[in-house]
Structures are given as structure tokens and as C-alpha cells.
């Protein structure tokens, strides 16, 4: 497989979604939503576009400010995913994505148990995954990350290179994306359960069967509290 690197006249052939005047100040302190009402649907109708679709958000002065997926069914009508012109949404961009990432977390953490992906912390909005050693577990929770997840997938193996990868979509917040709810073994067997270490205790974890992407990885410092 072979990552795809966007070129110049494929970018400048994305739609533009153009802002109202003066609704990039939000975008411009960091925020990376943008709001159906913050768009100027005269010069850029949202009926457009269909849930999941690449464009480029300009503001009311023809000025760049990133590229984005949309979904003009939601009150949160665009996600940013790049603020680079130079770099597009892609696999580069996601491998890009995951290496920071990657390279946080190891600075963080002893061992192979945590929260690799936390959606627009990471400036992947819309995804979360979650590492088990050589199994990940991974919820999309938009249209536009879901018409994403064959890069997504390849990203995660060119970049952790896994054993075992779970989807696990079935939020319900997904109803609101007009997604359906699955779960899916996205490569190779993944387990019932896994063992996490963590705090020096190890705790079983059930991935398809339990709740989200299976284990609270926030709460990490809530149970080292209760073993004082």
C-alpha cells in the first residue's frame, strides 16, 4: 500500500466553504469546529455537500484558513483538519498526525496502555483510539472520519504497526452524523479481553463486549488515588 500525496491542482479542485464576515475570529484563537451559522450559505450553500466531504474554508476576505470535512446535517457543520495549505488531508497527513501523537504518549507512559488518539486534542476530530499493546481499539464518531477509515487504518499500521484492530462504533452519538452503529474486527483476531497494566495492577478488559473502546484510560490517576 502507498500512501497518496495530494497534489496542487487536486486540492485547488476542493469545494470552498466561505465564511460569514468576521466568523474566523474564533478559528483563528484554535477552535477547530465550525458552526452552520458561522457560514455563509449565499456563496456557499451547505445543501452542496454531502456528510463527509474534503473543502476549503476561506473567510469573507478570500483568506485560507484550512482544510476541513463537512456535514451540513449537523449544528457542527465542519471539522478542521489542517490549517497548512501545504499540507492536505491524506494518509501523509494522518501518518503526520499519529507520529505525534505516538511520540507523546510514549514520553507519558512506561508501557503500551493508553489513549493514543483523543480526536481534536490530537487534531484528528472525530476519532478516538485506544492502544492495548499490539491491539487498538477505535471509535469514529463522524461522517467525515468515517469516510476516512481505510487511511486511517493503513496510518495505524504503517505507524504502530498492530496486531489486532477493533472498530467500535456503536455510539450513539453516531445516530446524529447519519451514521449507522457496527462493531468490526478491522485486522486481524482480536481478543474477548485484554490485560492492562497499570499502577502496577493488572486489570481485564473486555474490548467488543464493554462499554466504548473498553477501558477508561482518563481515569488512570482516580484509581492510583483509591490504592493510597
Request: charged letters at 25%; zero cysteines.
Amino acid at each position: 500500500m502507498r500512501a497518496h500525496y495530494m497534489t496542487a491542482p487536486e486540492t485547488e479542485a476542493l469545494p470552498v466553504l466561505k465564511l460569514r464576515h468576521g466568523e474566523d475570529r474564533r478559528l483563528a484563537a484554535g477552535h477547530l469546529w465550525v458552526f452552520s451559522n458561522e457560514i455563509d450559505v449565499a456563496q456557499t450553500p451547505l445543501t452542496a455537500f454531502q456528510p463527509g466531504d474534503l473543502v476549503r474554508i476561506f473567510n469573507d476576505r478570500e483568506k485560507f484558513i484550512g482544510y476541513a470535512y463537512v456535514n451540513p446535517r449537523s449544528l457542527i457543520a465542519a471539522r478542521i483538519l489542517s490549517r497548512n495549505e501545504g499540507a492536505p488531508p491524506g494518509r501523509d497527513l494522518l501518518v503526520k498526525r499519529l507520529h505525534t501523537a505516538l511520540a507523546l504518549r510514549r514520553r507519558l507512559a512506561d508501557e503500551p496502555y493508553y489513549r493514543l488518539v483523543f480526536g481534536e486534542s490530537d487534531l484528528l476530530p472525530g476519532l478516538v483510539i485506544d492502544r492495548y499493546g499490539d491491539v487498538l481499539v477505535g471509535e469514529i464518531g463522524t461522517a467525515g472520519m468515517e469516510r476516512m477509515k481505510d487511511d486511517i487504518l493503513w496510518a495505524l499500521r504503517k505507524v504502530v504497526d498492530p496486531k489486532a484492530v477493533l472498530w467500535k462504533n456503536d455510539v450513539a452519538s453516531r445516530e446524529f452524523e447519519g451514521l449507522p452503529a457496527y462493531i468490526e474486527t478491522a485486522l486481524g483476531e482480536v481478543p474477548d479481553t485484554v490485560t492492562v497494566r497499570e499502577n502496577g495492577l493488572a486489570y481485564e478488559v473486555a474490548l467488543a463486549g464493554g462499554q466504548k473502546t473498553g477501558w477508561f484510560y482518563d481515569q488512570a490517576q482516580n484509581r492510583q488515588t483509591l490504592l493510597r
